[in-house]
């Protein structure tokens, strides 16, 4: 499996950007090979990212040629271009339902 971590700044409000992530995230939901996004509000004023687990390396190459990606800085008005960090996963540390929404930590 591929991690993909992508950080951005961006003009919009943070009520603008979850509004835009909710609507956004059944396109989402439908890729093939994306085992999970998490999204994310990041430290500094108006930076937001988006951490993505991907099956595979092909799966996310797919993503990443694909309309949704490529509308992705115009959709957040992101400034500048996108810090896009890519890594292969060893393994993790707990299953898929340490995850949930509400889980808590053993």
Do not use: C
């Amino acid at each position: 499996m591929f991690i993909q971590f992508v950080q951005f700044e961006t003009t919009l409000t943070e009520a603008e950007v979850m509004a835009i992530a909710e609507e956004r995230a059944p396109q989402f939901r439908a890729i093939e090979g994306l085992v999970q996004k998490f999204y994310l509000k990041l430290g500094k004023p108006n930076h937001y990212g988006g951490f993505y687990i991907w099956a595979s390396r092909e799966a996310m190459a797919a993503f990443r040629q694909s309309e949704l990606a490529r509308t992705i800085p115009s959709a957040y008005r992101v400034v500048g271009a996108p810090d896009v960090d890519i890594h292969e996963l060893l393994f993790p540390l707990r299953d898929d339902a340490a995850l949930a929404p509400g889980a808590t930590a053993a």
